[in-house]
């Protein structure tokens, strides 16, 4: 009897993993609260829509937690199948040859089309080699917008600025009005990285680091980032521009309580800000320069990419190819756009959210997306710079600098492009 | 008179007792520490892919590094006046609290509690006194003039900090000091009493000879907190920003290590640090010591 009993158990057992037998493949990203449980929403869309593969999606805390986490897994050989790696970190996980599986060669291999032109044109290049071909496949992506405190402009009588010059004509006024009139939060990506892209002015030599890690230099010194920072201090000192500190929260803030007429942050705050805000806004395109030759170019993505990670049996990969295919695919990219307020990646997502009304019924939510969409420069496709969290965290420190002024502008970029260039020089080493 | 030994059948046995100890010191410490100062020598991809061996250019490179000597000089800094004010508040309080004699446990409970803070939570909380929107302390600054800006201003962040560092490491030295103030024999007090009218003065000449065991331990204590246990205070406080902030030498390690995923610079520097702890603390056995006496 009860090895009757125990048989059937064993049999009932064996037909039950038959029926799951489910290729398990796991997923480490850096995102936390709301956008956290959107990627469990979305792994459960991904695990519910087929019976081959069973996705785990594990939160590592932040962008950098989760790249650090990511590397030491890969040396120690026990490697997610996908690692999300944020803007900053590209070059390093591009550069290391070998770590990764680029997407679109996965994406080949299991049988799938794969069209670079369906994605929009400021998503398109960032995380793909020099020869265009997608290494990393894009996911949360982002682009720096210009939110407009919408009574603030109206108490003032002025319009929103399309151009940095526009911005010099109404500030007074705005500040007349009671308005602290501009502040922003991150100045490496909003007045550096992305001042590069907008104004289409060349961030580093061997095309902005894509073609070669050796030999890589910054060209910060430029005199046209220079008249940007410039013009930052002068306003700062006029009491146009407000900065209070490298955390973006503690900027954001002025703008949410409605001190601030204008604030510069990501297309990807746009969910936040609808509940936080106590003011109606609205927002614009980041200006750019108008006495800037070629300026006005869209600005590349920010936000992160999935990566592929190698080591991984064919079958894994194969599940890591379906995921992509149902990640970009229209539906679930105007879910995601929708609940997160990142931008849609793909142009057939954005003709869906379009063509739902989604635009009509919140503007907002278009203008990060209709910024990727202007027209490219030879500038504006992004940059791979090796060490790049650490070159950050240099600017981070000299902008502070000026703005106390502890340093002068021209002192400040000359250092960043020291110090920078030496840690390009360290990291063509380790990749060489 | 003979010492006291303990007997063992067995030679072994003794090491037998020691090995889980040992094991463990092993693999926590010494393992990491051999494979810190083997990678410090050698430039790596952060996957591990490939490592150059560089000799000692990721020292030399930490050493010329302007940035680095600046967080040295502030690392020192703060050492410096985090040692100092923790243990002459905690030792103050400690003296005070000694010399209650109504309502002694409760004055007691209330400033060890603090103790049980995990030092994120005391940066949090740190913080929340230091905010530039919200902050009381900065409320009270701005009576007085000074418009404190943590974040922002690197003075103002340092002074945010030590206050910080300080008040979450009174507790540790409060306690300590006073049980060693309540292990002072009575005679020995009344005699003192007898001898000597100024309270000041018997404290100087009496009491605090016979505190020195327990202040040498604590000077010690309170110099590697500060140099490593401020870590989750100076995290919350510059929120993963260095930026124009102060910060310290474990900071930095962290940073370049972790957040910048320089392997080998990280290594050197965790080296250099381990040398600078493995100094201060030969440094304060043989010059410091000599004044303590045990007995």
């Known amino acids: ?432 | 008179m003979a010492a006291k030994r303990v007997q063992f059948s067995s030679p072994f046995l003794p090491y037998l007792f020691l090995a889980p100890q040992l094991a463990i010191i092993f693999v926590f410490f010494y393992w990491p520490s051999i494979q810190a100062i083997q990678s410090s020598f050698y430039l790596e991809d952060p996957f591990g892919f490939g490592a150059t061996f560089v000799g000692m250019s990721n020292y030399t490179d930490v050493l010329k590094s302007s940035e680095y000597l600046g967080i040295a000089r502030f690392t020192a800094i703060f050492t410096a006046l985090v040692t100092f004010f923790a243990l002459s508040i905690g030792l103050l309080l400690a003296v005070k609290a000694d010399g209650v004699i109504r309502g002694n446990s409760a004055y007691k409970t209330l400033l060890i509690w603090v103790y049980a803070i995990a030092p994120p939570v005391a940066g949090l909380i740190g913080m929340m006194f230091f905010d530039q929107h919200i902050g009381p302390i900065v409320e009270l600054a701005r009576w007085f003039g000074w418009d404190i800006k943590v974040g922002l201003d690197y003075f103002d962040t340092a002074f945010a900090m030590i206050v910080v560092s300080v008040w979450k490491q009174i507790p540790y030295n409060f306690i300590f000091f006073l049980s060693g103030l309540q292990g002072i024999p009575v005679s020995v007090r009344e005699a003192a009493a007898i001898d000597c009218r100024s309270g000041l003065r018997r404290f100087w000449t009496v009491i605090l000879p016979l505190l020195a065991p327990t202040a040498f331990f604590l000077l010690i204590i309170n110099v590697t907190y500060a140099l490593f246990d401020t870590f989750g205070i100076i995290d919350v406080m510059v929120k993963d920003k260095a930026a124009n902030n102060p910060i310290t030498l474990v900071y930095k390690v962290y940073m370049d290590g972790f957040r910048g995923n320089d392997l080998g610079g990280s290594s050197a520097q965790s080296v250099i640090l381990m040398i600078i702890v493995f100094v201060l603390t030969v440094f304060q056995f043989r010059l410091i010591e000599r004044r303590v006496h045990y007995n």
């Not at chain 1, 956008?35 to 950098?64: D, H, M, R, W």
């Not at chain 1, 046209?224 to 490298?246: P, R, T």
């Not at chain 1, 006495?291 to 993505?301: D, L, P």
């Open chain 1, 1 to 432: 009897m009860l090895k009757t009993i125990s048989l059937a158990a064993l049999a009932l057992a064996f037909s039950t993993t038959a029926s799951f037998a489910a290729t398990n493949i796991t997923w480490w990203h850096g995102m936390a609260g709301r956008n956290g449980e959107v990627i469990n929403e979305v792994a459960q869309k991904f695990n519910a829509s087929q019976s081959a593969c069973a996705l785990t999606p594990v939160s590592k805390g932040t962008y950098e937690e989760a790249l650090a986490s990511g590397i030491a897994a890969f040396r120690s050989g026990e490697q997610p199948n996908i690692l999300q790696v944020f803007d900053a970190g590209a070059a390093t996980i591009i550069n290391a040859k070998g770590a990764v599986i680029p997407a679109e060669d996965l994406i080949n291999k299991a049988g799938y089309n794969f069209d670079r032109n369906a994605f929009i044109d400021g998503v398109r290049y960032f995380y793909a080699d020099a020869e265009g071909k997608f290494v990393g496949m894009p996911f949360n992506s982002s682009a720096p917008i210009m939110y407009i405190n919408d009574e603030a402009l109206k108490k003032a009588g002025v319009e929103a600025p399309k151009t940095w010059e526009e911005f010099e004509a109404i500030a007074p006024k705005l500040k007349g009005a009671g308005f602290i009139p501009l502040v922003q939060s991150q100045l490496t990506w909003q007045f550096t990285e992305n001042f590069f892209s907008r104004n289409n002015v060349q961030f580093a030599t061997n095309n902005n680091g894509y073609d070669s890690v050796v030999d890589t230099k910054l060209n910060v010194t430029d005199p046209n980032l220079e008249m940007m920072f410039e013009k930052l201090k002068a306003w700062k000192d006029q009491g146009h521009f407000a900065f209070y500190g490298a955390g973006w929260n503690d900027n954001q803030k002025v703008f949410e309580e409605g001190k601030a007429a204008l604030w510069i942050g990501s297309s990807g705050s746009f969910g936040g800000l609808q509940k936080t805000a106590q003011m109606p806004f609205s927002a614009t395109f980041l200006p750019y320069w108008g006495s800037i030759k070629g300026a006005g170019t869209n600005s590349f993505i920010g936000g992160a990419a999935l990566f592929a990670m190698s080591g991984k049996s064919d079958e894994e990969n194969k599940c890591v190819a379906r995921f992509f295919q149902f990640l970009t695919s229209p539906e679930i990219q105007y879910f995601y756009h929708k609940s997160t307020g990142y931008v849609a990646i793909t142009k057939a997502a954005y003709e869906l959210a379009e063509k739902d009304g989604y635009y009509k019924e919140k503007p907002v939510a278009e203008v990060g997306i209709k910024q990727l969409l202007l027209p490219a420069g030879e500038w504006s496709k992004g940059y791979r710079l090796g060490f790049y969290p650490q070159i950050r965290e240099i600017m981070e420190r000299e902008y502070g600098r000026i703005f106390s002024g502890e340093t002068t502008v021209k002192d400040a970029l000359e250092t960043i492009e020291n110090e920078g260039n030496e840690l390009l020089a360290r990291f063509a080493k380790t990749a060489g």
